[in-house]
Structure formats: C-alpha cells, structure tokens
C-alpha cells in the first residue's frame, strides 16, 4: 500500500469493503477543510477486498466509533512520511451518540437531551442494546 502520499496524518486500512462511506459520515470527515481520499475495492491478502480512507492530517478520532463501525480495521498514524503508529480496534462496551434508538416508547425519545447510550451485551453476535430500554440496535 502507498502511504508516501501522506506526510502528516491518518490512514485507516482494512475496513470491510463498501463500509467506508458508512464510516465517512459517522466520523464526520466532511467537517474536515483537509483532504481526504477513499479508495474503494482495493485487492487484499487478508480480505479479498477492502476500503481505505487517508486523512491530510493528524487528528483525534473517536476510536469507539471506529471499532464499532468495524473492529477490524487498523489505524495508521503517520509523521513525516513514516508510520509512527499502529492501532489495532475493538469493539466498544459502551458507545454514545452514535446511533439511535428505534423504540418509539423509549425516554430517549421523549427526553430529547438524553443522550443515547448503547451497551455491549454480547461481544461474539456484536449486539447492542439501549441502555434505557434494552432494545437491541439495528444495524
Ligand atoms: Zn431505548
């Protein structure tokens, strides 16, 4: 993989393919005034196919958004041309603000303000449930 292109930034490799637009918008990369690039279907050993978004930048991530998005994409950063480090994700026990309850009788949905929190309640399936109303999330 060519990561010349960057000097300073992030390169988030592995993620499933087709999952990188999904992941563009969670983390809210349009927001960013620097360039970001998506390759899309890119020959891998380990996955036949994958995605891989680059970042013109070093920033802090929300890692709980990106394990839970995918906990099998890795995280590159790189400073002046070399990669300083490499993260390796999971899946977040809790996460917030991510996603939204479905559950129309759920506070979450009367009480606007909360926020919507979500736990891990079983890490092999990848379920999670509302925390308020144990309604499981729907992906
Ligand atoms: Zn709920």
């Known amino acids: 993989m ?3 292109a960057i000097k300073n930034g992030i390169v ?4 499933a393919a087709g999952k990188a637009m999904e992941l563009y918008q969670t983390l809210g990369l349009g927001r960013l005034d620097c360039t970001v690039a998506i390759l899309k279907n890119v020959p891998s050993q380990k996955l036949g196919r994958k995605d891989i978004i680059k970042i013109d ?5 929300d890692w709980d958004v990106i ?3 995918d906990p099998n994409i890795t995280v590159n950063i790189i400073r002046d041309g070399e990669r300083v480090e ?3 994700l999971k899946l977040p026990d809790t996460i917030t603000n991510v996603i939204r309850c479905r559950n129309p009788r759920c506070i979450t949905s009367v009480e606007q303000e909360l926020p919507q929190v979500f736990k891990l309640t079983d890490r092999a399936a ?3 449930r509302c925390l308020y109303c144990e309604t499981q999330a729907g992906k």
Do not use: Q, S, W
């Not at 988030?12 to 993620?15: G, R, S």
């Not at 930048?57 to 991530?61: A, F, G, S, T, V």
């Open 126 to 128: 990848r379920v999670y």
């Open 57 to 61: 930048r070093d920033l802090n991530l």
């Open 86 to 88: 490499k993260r390796l």
């Open 12 to 15: 988030i490799d592995h993620i």
């Open 67 to 69: 394990g839970y998005v």
């Open 2 to 4: 060519v990561i010349d």
